[in-house]
């Protein structure tokens, strides 16, 4: 398995906290994953991998009283697949 380094790190500032406000959703990185029986190449794939990404927040300014917020995530990654906002009436 090779890290193909898809999301950018930032490097951290020390003083720069960042948020953990709102709710937590996993950006998946991308690997490549080679399965050989030594001599032959049996399988190669670029994967999305959970440990190779980085953790995101949603902001909770999303969430009010005068909307509704429907969030889908993947449920093999984490990743953040669909927001959907219905205002309030």
Do not use: C, H, W
Not at 25 to 53: C, M, R
Not at 62 to 67: A, M, P, R, V
Request: aromatic share 6%; glycine share 6%; proline share 7%.
């Amino acid at each position: 398995m090779k890290d193909l380094k898809s999301v950018t790190i930032p490097p951290e500032d020390p003083k720069k906290k960042k948020e953990l406000d709102g709710i937590a959703y996993n950006v998946p990185g991308k690997a490549l994953v080679t399965l050989t029986d030594g001599k032959q190449k049996l399988y190669e794939e670029e994967i999305s991998v959970t440990q190779f990404g980085v953790l995101e927040f949603l902001a909770p300014v999303l969430f009010n009283k005068n909307s509704t917020i429907k969030v889908l995530f993947d449920p093999t990654t984490g990743a953040l697949i669909k927001v959907d906002r219905e205002e309030g009436k």
